[in-house]
T-cell receptor
Framework: DSGVTQTPKHLITATGQRVTLRCSPR?????VYWYQQSLDQGLQFLIQ???????AKGNILERFSAQQFPDLHSELNLSSLELGDSALYFC???????????FGPGTRLLVL | GIQVEQSPPDLILQEGANSTLRCNFSDSVNNLQWFHQNPWGQLINLFYIPSGTKQNGRLSATTVATERYSLLYISSSQTTDSGVYFCAVALFSGGYNKLIFGAGTRLAVHP
């Protein structure tokens, strides 16, 4: 158990819908990262937050947004969902951006 | 951007065998991590090893940063070692630390 929690574990929804994925980092970690793992693209970085501020963006679609709240938990919002958004979404956290990242169990999203 | 190549892509072992997985990266990094993704999809941290050698039980890893590669050794493999092993690297810069993952080595250990 990495100490990073993600909810829900599984999510099935329809095209065009909007979903919110939630992540609680390890106690004391200020940095939160989101990654997407799909069959065709592998594991890809989406976005990074540090103590509430966005620090870096990767291959994140405009339909996706995220934020980190004052209690340091983070949410990833996916809207206007398409079939291709079906993937495993991971949250990771680290004490600071220079240290190792620890991954949560992931949220498996299926868009039908 | 930094490219990460892992080899071999697939590996089949008998229980008890040893193996070496390799990770090559194309540029200087200051973060390198090895992960094991188990059949349930969980990504488990194995090592944080931007340089040097570390050991944890039957697993050990070595990173030679100047030559841009890292090796993961698995000794006396067990069926529970099956899954995909990922190497991921990052160059920390100005608070920015995205991990770039290799395509992974898929390991199957048979009894």
């Amino acid at each position: 158990d990495s100490g990073v929690t993600q909810t829900p574990k599984h999510l099935i929804t329809a095209t065009g819908q909007r979903v919110t994925l939630r992540c609680s980092p390890r106690s004391g970690d200020l940095s939160v990262y989101w990654y997407q793992q799909s069959l065709d693209q592998g594991l890809q970085f989406l976005i990074q937050y540090y103590n509430g501020e966005e620090r870096a963006k990767g291959n994140i679609l405009e339909r996706f947004s995220a934020q980190q709240f004052p209690d340091l938990h983070s949410e990833l919002n996916l809207s206007s969902l398409e079939l291709g958004d079906s993937a495993l979404y991971f949250c990771a956290s680290s004490v600071n951006p220079q240290e190792a990242q620890y991954f949560g169990p992931g949220t498996r999203l299926l868009v039908l | 951007g930094i490219q990460v190549e892992q080899s071999p892509p697939d590996l089949i072992l008998q229980e008890g065998a040893n193996s070496t997985l390799r990770c090559n990266f194309s540029d200087s990094v200051n973060n390198l991590q090895w992960f094991h993704q188990n059949p349930w999809g969980q990504l488990i941290n194995l090592f944080y090893i931007p340089s040097g050698t570390k050991q944890n039980g039957r697993l050990s890893a070595t990173t030679v940063a100047t030559e841009r590669y890292s090796l993961l050794y698995i000794s006396s493999s067990q069926t529970t070692d099956s899954g995909v092993y990922f190497c991921a690297v990052a160059l920390f810069s100005g608070g920015y630390n995205k991990l770039i993952f290799g395509a992974g080595t898929r390991l199957a250990v048979h009894p």
